[in-house]
């Protein structure tokens, strides 16, 4: 009984902040941005919201997961979102996705996804096929390694460094 009712109120917790990230999506349109939203949930609570600020801030990489994610890593004064919950209202594309990756997301919700978002233009599904289907050599944007002597001397001097911070 307790855990059932634990487990219903996760699920309207997790709802309920979908909710608050469509609103932060349609509000965007409003205010000049991209139809995306997302927040960065903690502990049962809102760390940080985000919107698509990509034509705004003449930024590529503003999508809204990236701009909650960056956020809350100033709110929660780290690198690492260990632990928090990334709330977005729409299916993040394969650059949100590896962002969270990297910075140790435990869990992703989103509403919408990428066919309804191709259907409003926002064509994801291409680089979706890119990762998932297609070769290097077959992708728009040409990817070439040179192999010059001193190719390891950052990650040696890295390596060399007492006091770095491992991450
Ligand atoms: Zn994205």
């Known amino acids: 009984m307790t855990a059932h009712t634990h487990e ?12 608050e990230a ?10 000049g941005g991209g139809p995306f939203g997302a927040l960065v949930a903690k502990d049962g609570r809102v760390v940080a919201i985000g919107n698509n600020q990509v034509t705004a801030n003449l930024d590529p990489t503003a999508h809204a997961e990236v701009s909650a994610m960056r956020a809350a890593c100033r709110q929660l ?8 919950v990334l709330v977005t209202s729409c299916e993040p594309c394969p650059m949100c996705l590896s962002s969270a990756l990297w ?10 996804d990428r066919h309804d978002a191709a259907v ?9 096929d890119l990762f998932e289907k297609q070769p290097e050599s077959m992708w728009p944007m040409a990817v070439e390694q ?22």
Request: proline share 3%; hydrophobic share 40%; net charge negative.
């Open 8 to 19: 219903t109120d996760v699920q309207e917790l997790k709802r309920a902040w979908l909710d």
């Open 22 to 31: 469509i609103k932060l999506a349609t509000n965007s349109v409003t205010n």
């Open 77 to 84: 004064d780290s690198f690492s979102l260990e632990g928090c």
């Open 103 to 112: 910075a140790r997301i435990e869990r992703i919700v989103f509403s919408a």
């Open 120 to 128: 409003a233009g926002f064509d994801d599904r291409k680089f979706y």
């Open 146 to 167: 040179l192999d010059l002597p001193n190719r390891t001397a950052p990650f040696d001097a890295w390596l060399a460094k007492s006091d770095r911070i491992d991450y």
